[in-house]
């Protein structure tokens, strides 16, 4: 009678455990993962404006800060900063802010932000990263020591506790001043949108990838000439989305923008968003 009850029990536990799985992970949690360099890092100096959110705005922090009173792993609601410790504002803060003020309010909106100011595409290129680090500056090596050596590692870390908690919806990008020029990086984007949802087991082409035009040159940007080759992303990503930088304000160094460019520039990233999410 012990035998026969055995496959009986067997699959009444996996039944259990398939619907405790189901249960932990809420379909109203819309997550997104940012990177890039210092646009998406966050330069400008944040606002008190800034550090109001609404609770429905969440970042999953990346990083351990004490001064923010944050733990690496941890949800906590998106004031800024969103990416580390002394970070400034970039535009996922606003990106969230345009979400959760347009979706129904029983949806959630979290972010993963993993930047590294003044690097090339290829720090997040998972087989190459490392001979990359070892020819980096010192200022960079060190920025990257806070993600242990990895950033590309740590998104991968804490988008896969994400997935736990919601459901990824899509992917953010503000990168290319450091490769301003090259024709390949579309490619290198490619490659590195593919291994992340390989990682992710997610299927092929199944996230929007939401790119940044540097500051534009009617703004004075030094390196608006690569808004061309960002232009030609969807050519290679089915599912790409370019986020023009037309009028968003920018500083005087030609490379950043300022704090309402920021907004600005975060909120097309949410208008955007909205579109492909039907709203």
């Avoid at 190459?128 to 050596?149: C, F, H, I, R």
């Avoid at 050519?235 to 370019?242: D, F, K």
């Amino acid at each position: 009678m012990a035998s026969k009850l055995f496959p009986v029990l067997t699959v009444l536990i996996g039944m259990i455990t398939l619907s405790n799985c189901a249960i932990a992970q809420d379909e109203n949690f819309y997550i997104f993962l940012s990177f890039g360099q210092s646009n998406m890092e966050g330069h400008a100096k944040f606002d008190e404006i800034d550090t109001e959110v609404d609770e429905r705005f969440q970042v999953l922090q990346a990083v351990d800060c004490e001064n923010l009173e944050r733990k690496k792993g941890n949800w906590y609601p998106a004031a800024a900063p969103l990416t580390r410790c002394h970070t400034g504002l970039g535009p996922s803060d606003y990106f969230g802010r345009e979400l959760v003020e347009n979706l129904p309010a029983h949806i959630k909106v979290g972010v993963i932000n993993v930047s590294v100011g003044g690097t090339k595409i290829e720090l997040f290129q998972k087989a190459n990263y490392q001979s990359y680090v070892d020819t980096a500056p010192d200022w960079l090596q060190n920025m990257v020591k806070e993600y242990d050596g990895d950033p590309y590692g740590r998104l991968i870390e804490m988008a896969k506790l994400a997935q736990k908690d919601g459901v990824i919806k899509g992917i953010l990008l503000h990168q290319g001043e450091s490769n301003t020029g090259d024709q390949e990086w579309p490619l290198k984007v490619k490659g590195v949108y593919d291994t992340i949802l390989e990682d992710l087991e997610l299927d092929q082409n199944s996230l929007p990838i939401l790119a940044g035009e540097m500051v534009s040159a009617e703004q004075g940007g030094k390196c608006a000439s690569m808004n061309a080759i960002i232009g030609t992303l969807p050519q290679v990503i089915p599912n790409a989305y370019v986020i023009s930088s037309e009028n968003c304000e920018a500083v005087n160094d030609g490379l950043h923008f300022s704090a309402e460019g920021y907004r600005e520039l975060g909120r097309r990233y949410g208008k955007q968003m909205l579109a492909i999410l039907g709203y």
